[in-house]
């Protein structure tokens, strides 16, 4: 797979480049004018954006000729109205810029494996959004139409533990309501994720929303 990592700044572009080339072929943009270049030149299927490079009308050309490319955006001072913005432009990623290096190649693997990545405090507004019936707040997340049909494997405890989650409850928050250890709430989500088969937070409470 090729990553393509845009930013001005050199100290980012090589935390990035260091951070994903022993598992990705990576390619690197330091000016828009190289960047939409080698968009054209190269068969890219992710973009890492800096979003300190980029202004939001730059994001929003990308993300509407982005072709099958998906687009991860960055941020220097994350905040969540930005990363739902992002969203809703077509990005299917928003983290900071300075993440570890390891969350950043498990971003990246999940992008694309098809889910929508953001970090927690986002991904707790957008369910809280769910929650509220603000429609996911208009992101795109897997196919849920057979909600009922995956609901229905769910013990009592798990679809409680999934309701919970629903309403943008973290682990250690799920504990405490139902007064076990946070380890076991993990364990009950493993399995919710594989009998609903679901692979995060977000689309779980989706398919909650469904059902």
């Given at each position: 797979m090729a990553i393509l990592i845009y930013s001005e700044n050199s100290s980012v572009r090589e935390k990035w480049f260091s951070a994903l080339k022993d598992q990705w072929q990576v390619y690197q943009a330091s000016t828009a004018k190289e960047l939409f270049v080698l968009m054209k030149r190269l068969p890219i299927e992710t973009l890492l954006v800096h979003l300190g490079a980029i202004s939001t009308g730059g994001l929003q050309e990308l993300c509407a000729q982005k072709g099958g490319c998906k687009i991860f955006a960055l941020s220097d001072r994350p905040d969540d109205g930005e990363g739902l913005s992002c969203l809703q432009l077509g990005c299917v990623g928003y983290a900071n810029t300075y993440i570890a290096p390891a969350r950043l190649n498990s971003a990246i693997e999940a992008v694309e494996s098809g889910l929508v990545w953001v970090g927690n405090s986002l991904m707790q507004y957008l369910i809280k959004g769910l929650a509220a019936g603000a429609g996911g707040h208009d992101v795109k997340e897997p196919d849920v139409q057979q909600a009922p049909a995956a609901l229905?494997?769910?013990?009592?405890?798990?679809?409680?533990?999934?309701?919970?989650?629903?309403?943008?409850?973290?682990?250690?928050?799920?504990?405490?309501?139902?007064?076990?250890?946070?380890?076991?709430?993990?364990?009950?989500?493993?399995?919710?994720?594989?009998?609903?088969?679901?692979?995060g937070r977000l689309s779980l409470a989706l398919l909650m929303r469904k059902g």
């Open positions: 229905a494997n769910l013990s009592n405890r798990e679809y409680e533990i999934a309701g919970l989650v629903t309403e943008g409850l973290q682990n250690s928050e799920i504990a405490q309501r139902m007064d076990i250890s946070e380890r076991t709430v993990k364990a009950h989500l493993s399995s919710i994720y594989t009998k609903t088969q679901t692979k």
